[in-house]
């Protein structure tokens, strides 16, 4: 069993249990990929034809899942105009994918993803102090409505929110989607 959990640039925070994106089983389960025993599963299903249920984070991170199984582990990026096939591939093919209702759509800025930081509601962001920030960032975009917003963004609510911060500029942005 391997102990070292590789990092993911897009996805810091994956570990956090509350993102449920990796679970936890304290027994361990064998990978679908490597056929080794993990304690950080994904069990999300890939963008592949084959469905998975158990990838360990090795087999994400080293890109062998997305070769074995010919998927992806996020569905969309915000306007795909990041030409850069390194960190395409990174992203899609090597970054476990988020929790939401409609499925990943990953933010960018700076010419580069961003990092996925978890979900949030309004409540998160003033707590964070970062609301009008991402609000006004959020307004300028093709999305919900903004009253609509601010009234009902819950994390992981029916209108969830997920914070993305630049790992460039540390700007933060969020994304909404709904049930
Ligand atoms: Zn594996
Ligand atoms: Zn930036």
Redesign the pocket.
């Known amino acids: 069993m391997c102990n070292e959990l590789p990092k993911f640039k897009y996805n810091p925070n994956c570990y956090a249990l509350e993102n449920e994106i990796f679970l936890y089983t304290k027994e361990g389960k064998i990978?679908?990929?490597?056929?080794?025993k993990?304690n950080y599963y994904y069990d999300q299903m890939m963008y592949s034809l084959e469905d998975t249920e158990c990838?360990?984070p090795?087999?994400i991170s080293s890109g062998?899942?997305a070769k074995k199984f010919d998927g992806e582990f996020i569905q969309d990026s915000e306007n795909s105009q990041i030409i850069d096939e390194i960190k395409r591939k990174e992203l899609f093919e090597r970054t476990p994918g988020y929790v939401s209702w409609q499925g990943e759509y990953w933010l960018e800025c700076c010419n580069d993803y961003c990092a996925f930081i978890g979900d949030v509601g309004i409540k998160e962001l003033e707590d964070m102090r970062i609301k009008e920030e991402v609000l006004k960032d959020y307004e300028s975009k093709n999305g919900y409505e903004i009253e609509l917003v601010k009234e009902c963004l819950e994390s992981k609510g029916s209108l969830a929110g997920y914070l993305f911060q630049c790992i460039h500029c540390g700007k933060y942005r969020i994304w909404v989607d709904a049930s």
Do not use: F, G, V, Y
């Open positions: 990978c679908e990929c490597c056929n080794e993990t990838i360990c090795n087999c062998k899942a």
